[in-house]
C-alpha cells in the first residue's frame, strides 16, 4: 500500500507493507524563506477541499494561490465555490506543469490540505514538506501518517481549527 490508511478499503488483501512514494528532491528543493501566501494545489473538484481553502484565506485574511485543472463535469463546482471568490487576494493559475510547481511551493507560508476523502497518499504534501512548507490538514486519508503535528505542520478537523493554524504557522521550523 502505499499508506497504511489505504488498507482501511481493502482490509483483507495480503499486503506486504506501506512504502510511501517518493519525491524528486532535487526539483522539490528545501527553501528556509517563503512569500506571504498560502497554497493549494489539486484537481479543482470537491473531495480536495478548494472550496475549504477559500473559506481558510478569507477567515484569515491571507494571500491564497489555487493551482489544479478544472474538469468539465466539475465546471459548475468551480463556478460556485471558486470563481466568485477570485480576487487580488485569491488567485487561480490553472493547470500548471509538475516541473513549474517547486517554485510555489518553496515559496508558500503554507501548503493546505483540506482533503474531504480518504486520500490514500496526497503526494501534493510530500512534495510540500520536502520544499519546507509546512502542511495544515484535515484529519483524512494519509495525512495523519505525513504530517508530524506541531512539527511538520498541523492535523486539524475543521475550517475554524485550520484557520487557526494558520495564525500559528510561523512556529514550525521549515528544517523539519
Given at each position: 500500500?502505499?499508506?497504511?490508511?489505504?488498507?482501511?478499503?481493502a482490509p483483507d488483501l495480503?499486503?506486504?507493507?506501506?512504502v510511501y512514494n517518493g519525491v524528486d528532491t532535487k526539483l522539490f528543493k528545501f527553501s528556509a524563506t517563503h512569500d506571504d501566501y498560502l497554497l493549494f494545489v489539486a484537481r479543482i473538484v470537491p473531495d480536495k477541499g478548494v472550496k475549504e481553502a477559500i473559506q481558510v484565506a478569507k477567515a484569515t485574511g491571507q494571500r491564497l494561490i489555487i493551482i489544479g485543472p478544472?474538469?468539465?463535469?466539475?465546471?459548475a463546482y468551480f463556478d460556485k465555490y471558486v470563481k466568485p471568490h477570485l480576487s487580488d487576494?485569491?488567485?487561480?493559475?490553472?493547470?500548471?506543469?509538475?516541473?513549474?510547481?517547486?517554485?510555489?511551493?518553496?515559496?508558500?507560508?503554507?501548503f493546505l490540505m483540506p482533503v474531504r476523502w480518504e486520500e490514500p497518499f496526497g503526494m501534493t504534501m510530500a512534495?510540500?514538506?520536502?520544499?519546507?512548507?509546512?502542511?495544515?490538514?484535515?484529519?483524512?486519508?494519509s495525512v495523519c501518517e505525513l504530517v508530524v503535528d506541531g512539527?511538520?505542520?498541523f492535523i486539524v478537523d475543521t475550517v475554524k481549527q485550520m484557520a487557526?493554524?494558520?495564525?500559528?504557522?510561523?512556529?514550525?521550523?521549515?528544517?523539519a
Open positions: 500500500s502505499i499508506s497504511n490508511n489505504q488498507r482501511s478499503t495480503p499486503y506486504i507493507d506501506t478544472t474538469y468539465p463535469d466539475q465546471q487576494k485569491i488567485t487561480y493559475l490553472g493547470f500548471v506543469p509538475h516541473d513549474e510547481l517547486p517554485k510555489y511551493f518553496q515559496r508558500a507560508k503554507a512534495e510540500a514538506m520536502s520544499c519546507g512548507t509546512p502542511v495544515i490538514g484535515f484529519r483524512r486519508g512539527k511538520t505542520g487557526a493554524a494558520v495564525e500559528k504557522v510561523g512556529t514550525i521550523d521549515r528544517h
